[in-house]
């Protein structure tokens, strides 16, 4: 028998059992060969080497021509070029199919021309009656297949990436808004395009109750601010919460906010946040958020409050009374103001004869008699060490009564304080601005403290003169307090520049400045520098002595002439509070 009728034979008895194979198989390998598959048949017989047999586009996917190659050779032209990590997947594959059932598997085949493609095998087996397998299946290219699915896998695993940092992301900002629902009684998140909204958190079980059947935030919100505001801030609270002029409230900012009273929260906070904008910066979405501020308004109303009183009377400061000139200055003066200027007699000497704690309670004392005349009637400033301001709000008729106090606080009617007033009515100054009628007070006050001085026989010029005639003596006068190192001119020669000396700011700075400088002769630098020293100043007075004076040459106009500084304890000079006079002369040859 030839070859030729062998291999024919060989063939009949292979159709012959493919056609005894599953009808759907057959139609399976049918459908696909006419679809352009590639069909081949693997023939394995023990002893004998794999042939295959091959259709016409089989060979054209392999690169061949079936027509003049053995069907061992056309085998080897498939199996070598399998990519060796291929192998135990195809063989894998082919085992399942030896075994009776059909097999499919993609894997990676090296196409003489290609290069490197993806095919796609599938088939199953037969047994012959001499023990001979074989195996039947389709081949495809599917390279293009796999790319695409490659791709789409990648897009896919970006898409994962992408979300599970987005889900992270989601998860920070969950746990922000967790923490910030912590600080805020209520977060809610507004669309300014369709107007829907969101609760993110609410403590304010009201607010929820009015929101919760509504999905038109406008609607929704309309009438919170009537339910949660006291009815002098709803006009304010109404004007806050219009949606409709939000995003041109919120154009070049982040957040505005504003503040609000109501009765059963208290203060409290309200916040509207830019949570994102469009291209061309008007606002998509929005957060409103609401905290309680009660205990820090209550704390700040406090720290106002203080800011606003003087520490040793109680009375308003001077920060209070700039306030209410203002106030004044930009809203008009009340047709009932009466302006008192008060003046304190005599502090002064109280304060250098017996001290600054007489002082103080001279001031004390006469705010009580100030706060008995007038107290009821409006609020009273101290603007100065002895300088006060009454305003009050008093019709024609009560301030005549209150002439009486008056005069009497004018006329020293109490033995312990003596005060000096003037009073200007706006009914008699109609067309002056606060700062004159202020003014005329003051000049009146100044008029009744003369009258006091007269009557009670003390020359004011007098003591001026003396004053005049002691600074004539010394080249410098200060008063020194060496507690807090600090200074008080009184006077000053002219061969010190004053605004130098001001900027020194200390008294032991002037002095070290002093020591260092030509101005006092190089052989009593070190000694006055050891002399002026407070520890050596603070020793010398505790001994109980008066009096400190040190001669040393000072220069004038380029001469070195001799010079005393004196040193005398102030009235109020004690142990805690270490004050001086300082004296300085030049000693006359």
Not at 557 to 566: F, Q, W
Request: hydrophobic share 35%.
């Amino acid at each position: 028998m030839t070859e030729v009728s062998k291999r024919n034979k060989e063939l009949r008895e292979i159709i012959d059992k493919i056609i005894s194979l599953n009808d759907n198989l057959s139609e399976h390998i049918e459908i696909i060969s006419n679809a352009g598959y590639g069909i081949w048949h693997i023939i394995l017989k023990d002893g004998e080497k794999p042939r295959m047999q091959v259709n016409e586009k089989m060979s054209e996917l392999l690169d061949i021509d079936s027509t003049v190659m053995t069907e061992e050779e056309i085998y080897n032209s498939w199996y070598d070029y399998i990519l060796p990590e291929a192998i135990p997947s195809v063989q894998l594959s082919v085992q399942e199919m030896m075994d009776g059932k059909f097999s499919e598997n993609t894997y990676k085949w090296k196409h003489p021309s290609k290069g490197v493609i993806y095919v796609r095998c599938g088939g199953t087996s037969m047994k012959l009656s001499d023990d001979t397998t074989v195996i039947r299946g389709y081949h495809t290219d599917v390279t293009e297949i796999v790319h695409k699915e490659q791709e789409q896998k990648e897009i896919l695993r970006e898409a994962k990436c992408l979300a599970d940092a987005r889900n992270v992301e989601l998860t920070k900002q969950l746990k922000i808004i967790n923490t910030i629902a912590k600080v805020f009684n209520c977060i809610y998140f507004f669309s300014l395009k369709d107007y829907s909204f969101m609760e993110l958190g609410s403590e304010m079980e009201l607010v929820s109750n009015l929101v919760s059947n509504k999905t038109d935030a406008r609607e929704a919100f309309k009438g919170v601010y009537k339910v949660i505001l006291s009815p002098e801030m709803r006009a304010e609270g109404e004007e806050f919460m219009n949606l409709e002029t939000l995003n041109e409230r919120l154009q070049g900012k982040e957040w505005i906010s504003r503040q609000f009273y109501g009765p059963i929260n208290g203060w409290f906070e309200g916040l509207f946040i830019v949570a994102d904008r469009d291209e061309d910066g008007n606002c998509n979405h929005v957060i409103w958020a609401t905290r309680d501020i009660n205990e820090s308004k209550m704390r700040e109303e406090s720290l106002i409050h203080k800011s606003n009183i003087d520490e040793l009377t109680h009375m308003y400061n001077r920060w209070a009374y700039e306030e209410m000139i203002g106030i004044y200055e930009s809203n008009g003066i009340p047709d009932d103001l009466v302006y008192i200027s008060i003046d304190v007699n005599g502090l002064k000497v109280v304060n250098d004869t017996m001290g600054h704690e007489a002082g103080d309670k001279l001031i004390r004392t006469a705010c009580q008699y100030m706060t008995r005349a007038f107290g009821r009637h409006g609020k009273i400033f101290r603007t100065g060490g002895d300088e006060f301001i009454a305003m009050l709000n008093v019709s024609a008729k009560t301030l005549e009564h209150l002439k009486k106090d008056i005069d009497k606080l004018n006329n020293n009617w109490y033995e312990e304080v003596a005060v000096s007033c003037g009073y200007v009515a706006r009914w008699e100054a109609k067309e002056l601005s606060i700062q004159e009628i202020a003014s005329i007070a003051d000049q009146r006050m100044y008029k009744a403290k003369e009258a006091y001085y007269k009557n009670k026989g003390i020359d004011r010029k007098g003591q001026k003169e003396a004053h005049a005639a002691l600074e004539l003596l010394y080249s410098k006068i200060l008063k020194i307090n060496i507690t807090d190192d600090t200074y008080q001119i009184l006077d000053i020669g002219k061969e010190e520049n004053i605004e130098e000396v001001r900027n020194i700011g200390s008294i032991s700075g002037w002095l070290k400045q002093f020591a260092n400088s030509d101005r006092i002769h190089p052989d009593y630098s070190q000694e006055f520098m050891e002399k002026t020293d407070f520890g050596y100043l603070k020793n010398y007075f505790r001994e109980g002595k008066k009096r400190f004076g040190f001669i040393y040459k000072k220069n004038y106009d380029g001469v070195y002439k001799d010079t005393i500084m004196e040193i005398i304890p102030a009235k109020d000079y004690s142990e805690e509070l270490q004050t001086f006079f300082l004296y300085v002369k030049r000693i006359e040859e």
